[in-house]
């Protein structure tokens, strides 16, 4: 297996500008999960998904952040619009039900908002 | 705001030498698992212990959990250059896949 897959791998926009960051997870897993990591906040779940279904976005930061997984291999985070503030690395992973939540991590995003 | 609270912050030992770094929670948990993170790469599942469990072995990992002091701890024994990482613990409270990580430990091994 390819393991999570996340495009792009770096990213560098402007402020104001819409950014959309993909997640493939491993096949066979019903759990997704957005983190965003700074070295002020450390690693942050933003939202996380089961079956597709959002069951828990307590850590969206605010309305500019939406997610979405219209189906089991594919899910995407959107910024807009995005602000320097939003720079950090973002990493989606994933896990299967009765795999004691163990978590399979991508290789993450860099993004930077100038 | 965090729920585990890893120390030391950073930790440098020589090749061969034990590594311990601490984790404390703040509420109950369902299980707590350790995580590895190279520079610059997505965090590596380590080992899990689950609420009832009081140690857990895996190759030269050994986790430890303490439910009454909220607490954990892993041990790296013999240390190698390529432990060189940084390490987070991670809490789940029952009934929700929900992860916290902790703020981390930056473990640097000198050969």
């Known amino acids: 297996d390819a393991g999570v897959i996340q495009s792009p791998r770096h990213e560098v926009t402007e402020m104001g500008q819409e950014v959309t960051l993909r997640c493939k997870p491993i096949?066979?897993?019903?759990?997704l999960f957005w983190y965003r990591q700074t070295m002020m906040r450390g690693l942050e779940l933003l939202i996380y998904f089961n079956n597709n279904v959002p069951i828990d976005d307590s850590g969206m930061p605010e309305d500019r952040f939406s997610a979405k997984m219209p189906n089991a291999s594919f899910s995407t985070l959107k910024i807009q619009p995005s602000e320097p503030r939003d720079s950090a690395v973002y990493f989606c992973a994933s896990s299967r039900t009765g795999r004691y939540n163990e978590q399979f991590f991508g290789p993450g995003t860099r993004l930077t908002v100038l | 705001s965090q729920q585990g609270e890893e120390d030391p912050q950073a930790l440098s030992i020589q090749e061969g030498e034990n590594a311990t770094m601490n984790c404390s929670y703040k509420t109950s948990i369902n299980n707590l698992q350790w995580y590895r993170q190279n520079s610059g790469r997505g965090l590596v599942h380590l080992i899990l212990?689950?609420?009832?469990?009081r140690e857990k072995h895996s190759g030269r990992l050994r986790v430890t959990l303490d439910t009454s002091k909220k607490s954990s701890s892993l041990l790296i024994t013999a240390s190698r250059a390529a432990d060189t990482a940084s390490y987070f613990c991670?809490?789940?409270?029952?009934?929700?896949?929900?992860?916290?990580f902790g703020t981390g430990t930056r473990l640097k091994v000198l050969a």
């Open positions: 991670a809490t789940t409270t029952s009934g929700t896949y929900k992860y916290i």
């Open positions: 096949s066979g897993h019903d759990y």
């Open positions: 212990i689950r609420s009832n469990e």
